[in-house]
């Protein structure tokens, strides 16, 4: 009972953080166009608006680190593929959870200093030019999203050692396919290639 009920927490908590990484994402690049058009026109008119730099400013913080966790979890990160394609696929697994765990400890490394640099702006009271905010306020997405990150890459290293297919992440299989389908399918490209 316990069990399902830890699977069941897992899945509400996964759902939250994918519908606030899509809002984050998705409504943060549509107000950061509007707010760059109004300034572009503002400037056009000759006034230009320097509270919407640092709205702009918060905003590429926002969509920058909190992409590097959709990122993450959609498996629309760069990976060097030429190296895997050389593999079979239990040497394939091994290296997608090796670079999995090397990535997951450095994501959660850089939101460890992240999250010191934030706390130690937190202390020092500095605020924005215009607006005069607090600066930590733009800063405190660099742990969140270094930290989400790392989760994701935490739960690819759960997936792949649970499953006996390889994915790049919890939620993207890998797209390599098998050899033999590969080798017929190589062969069926060469006699419709001859066949031209």
């Excluded at 707010?35 to 709205?55: C, D, P, Q, Y």
């Excluded at 605020?127 to 005069?132: D, G, H, I, N, V």
Aim: no cysteine; net charge positive.
């Amino acid at each position: 009972m316990k069990i399902r009920e830890i699977s069941l927490f897992q899945k509400k908590a996964n759902d939250f953080f994918y519908n606030f990484e899509l809002i984050v994402l998705s409504s943060n690049i549509i107000i950061l166009s509007i707010l760059m058009f109004a300034n572009v026109l503002g400037r056009f008119m000759g006034h230009s608006i320097t509270w919407l730099e640092e709205i702009a400013q918060l905003q590429i913080f926002m969509i920058t680190f909190i992409g590097i966790s959709y990122g993450a979890r959609k498996a629309r990160h760069i990976r060097m593929g030429a190296i895997l394609e050389l593999l079979n696929k239990k040497l394939k697994k091994v290296m997608v959870i090796i670079t999995s765990i090397g990535t997951m400890l450095v994501l959660f490394y850089l939101g460890y200093h992240a999250m010191k640099y934030t706390l130690n702006v937190m202390k020092s009271m500095r605020m924005t030019p215009s607006l005069l905010w607090p600066y930590w306020v733009f800063l405190i997405w660099a742990p969140i999203g270094f930290g989400l990150g790392g989760i994701q890459y935490l739960r690819t290293i759960i997936k792949n050692i649970k499953d006996p297919e390889i994915w790049w992440s919890a939620e993207e299989k890998s797209e390599y396919i098998d050899d033999d389908i590969e080798a017929n399918e190589i062969e069926n490209s060469k006699n419709n290639f001859n066949n031209i």
